[in-house]
């Protein structure tokens, strides 16, 4: 799901290593949150999320 070279050159840029292992236990936690947040707005029962509606995603129970 994440662009592995963006994800690798991030740590570059820090100067920072990262493993192939790592990246994909990334990527697995990546996914994993995406789908969460694909749910909560599933399940908030909104149509199309928006920048207003950002909150229902991230859990928030309130949009402040």
Known sequence: M???TKLKSEFNKAGLQITSEAVELL???INRTVKKMVNRVK???VKRL???LIWV???KL???
């Open 2 to 4: 994440i662009q592995k």
């Open 27 to 29: 990527d697995d936690e």
């Open 43 to 45: 399940e908030g029962n």
């Open 50 to 52: 928006t920048a207003n």
């Open 57 to 59: 995603a991230l859990g």
């Open 62 to 64: 309130n949009n402040r």
